[in-house]
Structures are given as structure tokens and as C-alpha cells.
């Protein structure tokens, strides 16, 4: 079985500070790493995802995120957030072989002036 | 443009009454997924279909019945067995049916039972 872990449930951040929002999984094998950004009453969109390859992922909208296997963690970061960026964002897994995502339960980023 | 249209936004219904919310792409996509979203629980797999005429529950799928006879659409039907129907309903697509794909999302379906 797979698991995610979004340690935070709630982010508050000033705009144009630098953001880090955390993601743990837990898998026996290989796994396939995706963030996804909600805004209000929308869908998901994808920001970026780790399939294999270099560990550093970047992503739409100046995100990236950072694949560590001994940590098995996939932390999202962005250097300088603005007010636009407040949303729900959602860390997800998957493996080889099989056809779903697993979702952690999202973190709120709120981004201040 | 392509994409996934789930209707209505908004929906109301009785306790007691089964509701059925639309999911359509035009992507071409050979798999289909109904997730429910509630506050701080994140997204839960309802049923998933990867071809048409088939599908497979996913982790609540009690309450909850789907069909997937065109391969453009995958209704969800909200039964009266559903203990707490009160949610928001995310429909999405991938390409083929490979979670390595992602997903393509819908603008969700806010189900209120009154």
C-alpha cells in the first residue's frame, strides 16, 4: 500500500517570502510524485510531477520540488510567493503498474501582504 | 478546447433522494475517476473506470454507483445508502489509464443534502 503525508494542514506566509510545503510518502517500491494546486470551488491542476531522472523538478507558476528517496519526502518550494498563490495544495502518489493517485489531505498556503 | 465538464456546479437535493452528477471529456482519455473531497480529509477514490463498460470500486465506493457505457462519459449516481452524501465531487481523466499519466480535473460538483 502507499501513503502521502502533508505535514501541514495550513501555511501562512508574507508575499514575497519563500515557501516550503512538505510531503512524505510511504512505498516499498519505486513511486511517481505529483503536486497539484486548488483554488476555490475549482478542480486540480498540476504543477509538476516526478516520474525518474533528476530530483529536481520544476514546475508552472516558479514552483519546484525536490524528489529525496532516503527521506522518501517530495517537499514543494517557491522562492518568492505572491497573493495569487493562496490555495490548497495537494501532494500525490503512485506506482508503477497501477492506474490511481493516492492524495494526502492537502495544506492551505495563505499568503499575506 | 478539450477538457472535463462536470454539471451542475451546484446541486440540492432531499435526504432520501439518489442524485446522479455528469462527468464528460472530450480528451480522448481511456480512463475515468470520481473522487469526493471533504474539509482536511483531501481527495478519496470513489470508482475509477480504465475502459468502457468497466469499472472498479475504490476506497468508499458504498452509497455510490457509476456507469461507463460511451467512453466520453462516466456518470456518478449518489444513492439513498449513502450515509453522508454532503460533499464536493471531483471528476478526472488520464490518458491511459496509468496513474504516471496524472490526471486531468473537472471543476468539481458541490452536493448539498438538505
Known amino acids: 500500500a502507499q501513503s502521502v503525508t502533508q505535514l501541514d494542514s495550513q501555511v501562512p506566509v508574507f508575499e514575497e517570502a519563500p515557501v516550503e510545503l512538505r510531503c512524505n510518502y510511504s512505498?516499498?517500491?519505486?513511486?511517481?510524485l505529483f503536486w497539484y494546486v486548488q483554488y476555490p470551488n475549482q478542480g486540480l491542476q498540476l504543477l509538476l510531477k516526478?516520474?525518474?531522472?533528476?530530483?529536481l523538478v520544476k514546475g508552472i507558476n516558479g514552483f519546484e520540488a525536490e524528489f529525496n528517496k532516503s527521506q522518501t519526502s517530495f517537499h514543494l518550494r517557491k522562492p518568492s510567493v505572491h497573493i495569487s498563490d493562496t490555495a490548497e495544495y495537494f501532494c500525490a502518489v503512485t506506482r508503477s503498474g497501477y492506474s490511481t493517485l493516492t492524495f494526502g489531505k492537502g495544506t492551505m498556503l495563505l499568503v499575506s501582504p | 478546447d478539450g477538457g472535463i465538464t462536470q454539471s451542475p456546479k451546484y446541486l440540492f437535493r432531499k435526504e432520501g433522494q439518489n442524485v446522479t452528477l455528469s462527468c464528460e471529456q472530450n480528451?480522448?482519455?481511456?480512463?475515468m475517476y470520481w473522487y469526493r473531497q471533504d474539509p482536511g480529509q483531501g481527495l478519496r477514490l470513489i470508482y475509477y473506470s480504465q475502459i468502457v463498460n468497466d469499472f472498479q470500486k475504490g476506497d468508499i465506493a458504498e452509497g455510490y454507483s457509476v456507469s461507463r457505457e460511451k467512453k466520453e462519459s462516466f456518470p456518478l449516481t449518489v444513492t439513498s445508502a449513502q450515509k453522508n452524501p454532503t460533499a464536493f465531487y471531483l471528476c478526472?481523466?488520464?490518458?491511459?489509464?496509468?496513474?504516471?499519466?496524472?490526471?486531468?480535473f473537472g471543476s468539481g460538483t458541490r452536493l448539498t443534502v438538505v
Open positions: 516526478y516520474l525518474s531522472g533528476s530530483t
Open positions: 480528451l480522448n482519455h481511456d480512463a
Open positions: 512505498s516499498s517500491v519505486s513511486v511517481y
Open positions: 478526472a481523466s488520464s490518458i491511459r489509464g496509468q496513474g504516471a499519466d496524472g490526471y486531468t
